[in-house]
């Protein structure tokens, strides 16, 4: 089978697909990098762009030394986004350096975003590949929104699903905010505080609350089931957990009526840390760990679904 | 969550999460996977779901399955909810129970219908009868609808046998404690008092061997 053609080739927009995670640590970046050598692997061009303000690490997750060519050259006007991409070893990859040699990140606020994806837009990559930052912070979630795909990581810790069902809850408020008065958004958040605390008669639900509430309209909420979040599960260290994802997406639809889509989980490695510690990236040092099936399921699920329909 | 009268909210294809079109060991894997997502400590209901919330989903799941699960009652409920006449049916899981119990008993009183027109003279014939001989099992035989096939897979006689039996010839049959018992197996399965139809039928066989 020819991997190498793939009739995204001929589109000329970059797909954006942004990874994001509710708790640090639980592999963001190591998501991000595995789908982008997954991403070429398949014969797709790739870009990855480092934006979590916290501190970058793309560069040292490739095995790369950091740049000072960086994307603070951009937020400050100096640069366009093709004068800052670094070529990689690896074939059709390319990154975006994060800050690390500035101590004021630039404010990603909505119109820089707007801009940013612009200006990503007119690149010319098959997949664009953003590392956000953590948490359900506003500059994140609209990086989130805009997104082509949303790629939502979590572990199997309590602590990581805890932060999952918040970002999902600010990411649902957040994206219904621009579409409402303030009025009713500030309406909407007492209702869901006296959900939280158990002091409605009623059961709240989010259609029925936005169908029976003024300044509401039930299409934005219906819109986020339909591109949907795709949550990858982290780390599974014992076959317990193999259905969290499921779990978690059927949480989802009976305490929010959002549907989101559980696109797969990834073993527990101990050839992930063994590799970075030699600042390698486990898909290529190992390049036949489990991880690199599941991420390339992962990966044909996005790009085509259909493909890998099973026929039973 | 409202999940005493959940029913009307949430039937039962979105309670187990699956398609109305779904095959059954679909409805099986989504069944087995909300019931682990409901039930002990799974992490995902954490800060969600109370521990009494999670039970009340538990008992919807189990109720959901306990009609998708049973193809039967899968389909009494699909034609309720997908039929033509959708609106306004009783989809509670007490009327869908009562359904499928209506479509069992028609099928046993079926079953149970005798297969053969009752003869009030014959009967009473039958009734009265003290000399039983083979020319008279052959008439109930018939009487009642049995052919000898019939007869031989109930009864596990050959049907051989049971020709010669009702033609009370020796030269066909075994010594004769055999015969008696052949006798006593035909007569219980024509429904008839065994002991005296064998007792009378064995008092002409001796007869018939002897001359």
Known sequence: MDLTFHGRNQKTEPQVWVVTSGKGGVGKTFVSTSFALTLSKLGHSVLLVDLDLSGANIHTSLGLKPSHLNIRHYFEGQKALHEITIPTPHPRVSYIQGYWDTWAPADLSPVNTTHLFQDLKSLKYDYIIIDSGLGASEKYLEIFKAADEKIFVTSTEPTSIEKTYRFIENYICYSLKEKTSAESYAGLLKTLRNHRQGLLDQPFSFKSYLKESEGFTLEPFLNLSKQPIRLVVNSVRSHNFATLGYSIKSVCYKYYDLNIDSIGCLDYDNAVWQSINNREHVLLSQPFTPLAGQFLGMCKHLIDPEELRAVV | ?211
């Open chain 2, 1 to 211: 969550m409202n999940t005493e009268t959940a029913s009307p909210r949430y039937n039962y294809y979105e309670i187990l999460e699956v398609s109305t079109n779904a095959a059954q060991h679909e409805v099986t894997t989504a069944y087995e996977r909300a019931r682990s997502t409901y039930s002990g400590e799974n992490p995902a209901i954490y800060t969600i779901f109370s521990e009494r919330e999670a039970r009340e989903l538990l008992l919807l799941i189990e109720e959901a399955y306990s009609v998708l699960g049973n193809k039967t009652l899968r389909n009494i409920y699909d034609q309720r909810l997908l039929g033509h006449a959708a609106q306004n049916q009783d989809l509670s899981y007490q009327s869908i129970l009562q359904a499928s119990r209506q479509v069992f008993t028609e099928a046993k009183a079926e079953a149970k219908r005798p297969a053969f027109q009752k003869d009030a003279d014959f009967e009473k014939q039958i009734a009265t009868q003290s000399t039983w001989t083979g020319d008279f099992l052959k008439k109930v035989r018939e009487y009642k609808n049995i052919t000898v096939d019939q007869m031989s897979q109930k009864t596990k006689i050959n049907s051989y046998y049971i020709l010669a039996i009702e033609e009370m010839n020796p030269s066909h049959l075994p010594a004769i404690v055999f015969v008696r018992g052949y006798v006593v197996q035909i007569a219980k399965e024509l429904q008839l008092p065994e002991k005296a139809v064998a007792d009378s039928y064995m008092a002409h066989y001796k007869q018939v061997t002897k001359s």
